[in-house]
């Protein structure tokens, strides 16, 4: 307990201003002066769960697109005029969020806000630019299917959501990469891409006053129009799903995913500490017993990720030669028995504990990782604040709820069970 | 404390500002040397100790030894065993972790600034009084193996891996730090303890520390803890890498949807001349992401490939280039031969204002590549590993605004070999397949 005390005496929570143009656009502010550099980000309320079947991958081929020119500016001159200013520039597609940004050097940051208010309303989306830019997403999904175990988490979601847009692979479906036109990605533009429905994030060397106005400046033009999204309900599960999947591998592989809660949940805490518990580190349960002790795994971990609608509790696996995967599935399990059973010792929760706290501080150390864990929180959970409440929610876990986490979710007609074996 | 020698101070001012990054330099009578950057951010801190022993140095057919020695670093001391260690750093919420690359050994830790000292004495008991336990490394041998077996399943690692084989036969520098799981199958507990007696000393390692402490007390605990680690002598290794004429390939087959293509050769070490423009010459060619002349061609106009890259990899006794991409097994050809007459064509040289946009590229982007105390550790690891001058950060800016586009052709000339290569395709596709002139297969 001691140790925890002396925790919350060093912990500083984030410190975020947060402001809203009247066309619904937020802005949050994180000041950071170690360095002269500063992230710019924009977060749209938009991905793979907000796709109809047929129109999978769209969000995510709209983000490729944004880099194919503007009214205002030809193809890849976006990506020029970052080069230019020395700056990093990326994008990505999630469940729930298509992200811009950039990193730059701190007297040039209001290029990249510029550029965004840009993007938000002038992208062409020219077909000259599209045919090209479509076979590059297939090349990408190829590649994902070539990767051992791309295929085998793509088909562990599909069998774990039966109903749910969760199912949805993020860079979509062949089938429906090849049938989406030009058109629908601009539809699909103009209904997503607009200041009500998104969240600017500058973290690093800025005065927040400054930075506030800069993006006033650029945006406040653009009409905002608020969206509502519905809200999906999986099923229970109610029963056992297995699967297998044949691949040119050497080594087998194993993925469990148990059905758990959605993000801000009081249960969603206490599943962090179990995943830690189990893998985090080489004396976390899995790497000391099974992988060192045992010698069953070449690699073994645990992760809880929970969404904004939904959450799953996951296990990944590889075998070490000559130990089966059943074999490996079983020792799985007798670890998952002794949480539900109560054999957990204070010190690893403690350690558990100490480790998330820890973790929370090292996350302090990037400028551009906080401005990315700003922008999840905010869509996921509905506010930033909650990163702060999220240190208290793990200390207060207890070896009871613990307990009673495991033996509500870790039951056997709520798991799925993926094999990723060698073809035959 | 038997505190010796050097002591530097660098703060350096780029674009006009002041910036507030300092790196000192102490050494211990025994030759340890100790490099730091205190920073107020956050209460933590960032340390690597770094062997100057890594891959190059593994005996053939033991390819994988230095890395498996400095993992054995962590599994047991003569005082605590290998789980003793890992509960106590992980309990405190701190990182510990060992890992070879090709020219060091490297163990690395972060924590939070109220642990370092707790920190500092484990790593000094790894490092000074480690138990080579048996069991331990047997342990720790069939993991190791294990793990690379199954990264073989991934087509980008396997290409990669037969890549450096192809291209550098016999030299050390032809496997990856971790070896394969044959050659680290092979390596014996003795082999493990020759490797620490040989290459293991004070005056062979360096400790770099970045984060919020107090420096004076850093310095007394690294005295107390280091101070009795006794001086030897150590040997350097030096050979460099032959080049070979002439073009070689090897096709791997693997029933996959895309080929992944390696094209390559040797390539400059950290001594080599002119780095600066071979840098720029890259990122032109294939290493500014969607804007190099790579992409251009093959992904942005063609829409061919994904992922699209050309890189130089640099170490202490050589070096190698590649350029590649995965693309649908039918555009093979046409992939290879855009790449190849890249290579040909920027010996021909770079217009102005590819040059201007790549100067103005790495001189904004500087600052940015040491934002954080993990980068600013790396970043003092590579002044210390290239033997950089510690000014290296001041003198950056005016070494890229003097490159000229003459210097950009010529290093173009020196450092690519589009008629000398070393060709690898991961895929399912046969080499009559591959319309090269004059490939010499190799299987």
């Not at chain 1, 989306?125 to 590649?143: G, H, Q, S, T, Y």
């Not at chain 2, 290998?82 to 701190?94: L, M, Q, S, T």
């Not at chain 2, 972790?97 to 790593?123: F, M, N, P, V």
């Amino acid at each position: 307990m001691l140790l925890n005390i002396l925790f919350l005496l060093t912990f500083e929570p984030i410190n975020v201003t947060e402001e809203t143009l009247k066309n619904g656009l937020k802005i949050l502010i994180y000041e950071d002066h170690f360095a002269p550099v500063v992230s710019t980000q924009i977060h749209y309320r938009v991905g793979s769960y907000n796709e109809p079947s047929g129109l999978t991958g769209i969000s995510h081929l709209l983000e490729h697109m944004a880099f194919k020119g503007t009214k205002r500016y030809g193809p890849k001159e976006y990506d020029r005029i970052i080069d230019e200013a020395g700056g990093e520039e990326n994008a990505f597609t999630s469940t729930h969020q298509t992200v811009y940004w950039a990193n730059l050097y701190k007297d040039r940051y209001e290029l990249e806000i510029m550029l965004e208010a840009d993007r938000m309303k002038n992208l062409l989306i020219a077909e000259k630019e599209f045919v090209p830019e479509k076979m590059v997403v297939m090349e990408e999904r190829r590649l994902g299917e070539n990767d051992p175990y791309g295929s085998l988490f793509e088909t562990l979601d599909l069998v774990t959501y039966f109903y749910h847009p969760y199912r949805n692979p993020v860079i979509g479906f062949m089938t429906d990469l090849e049938k989406i036109s030009r058109d629908d990605v601009y539809k699909w533009y103009k209904k997503y891409y607009n200041p009500a429905n998104a969240i600017i994030v500058i973290s690093g060397d800025v005065d927040k006053k400054e930075a506030i106005r800069l993006v006033a400046r650029h945006f406040e033009k653009i009409k905002g129009k608020p969206l509502q999204e519905p809200e999906f309900t999986e099923p229970p599960q109610n029963g056992e799903r297995r699967f297998t999947l044949y691949k040119e591998v050497n080594f087998p592989a194993l993925v469990i995913n148990f059905r758990t809660v959605k993000i801000n949940h009081p249960d969603s805490y206490v599943l962090d500490v179990i995943s830690k518990i189990l893998s985090f580190g080489e004396s976390s349960r899995f790497k000391r017993i099974l992988i060192r002790q045992k010698s069953l795994a070449v690699d073994l971990d645990a992760y809880s990720s929970v969404s904004k609608y939904d959450g799953t509790f996951s296990i990944f696996g590889i075998p070490q030669s000559k130990v089966s995967i059943e074999k490996l599935e079983e020792e799985i399990y007798l670890e998952i028995e002794r949480l539900k059973s109560g054999d957990i010792t204070d010190k690893e929760i403690e350690k558990a504990k100490n480790q998330t706290l820890a973790q929370f501080v090292f996350r302090q150390d990037s400028p551009a990782g906080i401005g990315f864990t700003i922008g999840h929180w905010e869509i996921l959970s509905g506010s930033w604040q909650n990163i702060n409440l999220y240190p208290e929610k793990i200390l207060d876990v207890k070896k009871e709820d613990i307990i009673r986490v495991s033996n509500q979710y870790f039951t056997e007609e709520n798991r799925t069970v993926g094999y990723l074996m060698p073809r035959r | 404390m038997g505190w010796t020698k050097r002591f530097f101070l660098l703060s350096f001012i780029f674009l006009n500002f002041l910036f507030a990054f300092t790196i000192q330099k102490d050494s211990l009578d025994n030759g340890l040397v100790l490099l730091y950057s205190p920073a107020r951010k956050i209460s933590m801190v960032e340390l690597k100790v770094i062997v100057k022993a890594g891959s190059v140095y593994d005996p053939k057919g033991k390819g994988g030894l230095s890395n498996l020695v400095v993992r054995m670093l962590l599994r047991g001391t003569e005082f605590h065993s290998g789980d003793e260690i890992f509960e106590r750093v992980e309990y405190i919420g701190a990182q510990l972790s060992a890992g070879a690359t090709e020219d060091y050994s490297e163990i690395s830790a972060r924590c939070l600034s109220k642990d370092l000292k707790l920190i500092l004495e484990i790593i000094a008991e790894c490092l000074q009084k480690p138990s080579f336990n048996y069991q331990e490394f047997k342990k720790l041998q069939k993991q190791i193996s294990s793990e690379i077996a199954s990264r073989m399943d991934d087509p980008f690692y396997i290409g990669q891996t037969a890549f450096r084989l192809l291209l550098f036969g016999e030299h050390p520098l032809n496997h990856e730090p971790q070896g394969f799981d044959s050659t680290v199958n092979n390596i014996t507990i003795k082999d493990v303890k020759e490797f620490y007696n040989l290459h293991y000393a004070p005056n062979n390692t360096a400790i770099v520390l970045v984060g919020d402490f107090d420096q004076d007390s850093v310095k007394q605990l690294v005295g107390k803890f280091f101070n009795h680690w006794t001086r030897k002598e150590t040997s350097e290794f030096s050979t460099p890498p032959s080049f070979k004429e002439g073009k070689r390939g090897m096709i791997i087959k693997r029933n996959v949807s895309q080929s992944y293509i390696f094209l390559g050769f040797l390539g400059p070490d950290y001594r080599a001349p002119n780095w600066i423009p071979a840098r720029i010459m890259n990122f032109i060619l294939g290493g500014s992401g969607l804007t190099s002349r790579l992409a251009s061609e093959i992904r942005e106009k063609r829409g061919l490939a994904y992922d699209v890259f050309s890189f130089f990899d640099r170490f202490k006794i050589g070096g190698y280039f590649i350029a590649g991409a995965q693309t649908k097994k039918e555009s093979t050809n046409e992939a290879i031969t855009l790449i190849i007459d890249e290579l040909n064509k920027i010996a021909e040289g770079v217009t102005d204002e590819e040059l201007i946009r790549a100067k103005k590229y790495y001189i904004g982007n500087f600052p940015l590549t040491f934002d954080t105390y993990r980068e600013m550790a790396n970043f003092i690891t590579k002044i210390e590993i290239e033997d950089l001058n510690i000014d290296y950060a001041n003198k950056f800016e005016k070494l890229v605004s003097d490159v000229t586009l003459e210097e950009i052709k010529e290093s173009a000339r020196k450092y690519l070999h589009p008629d000398d290569f070393s060709l690898v395709i991961v895929g399912d596709i046969e080499k009559e397949e591959i319309k090269l002139e004059g490939i010499e297969w190799v299987k």
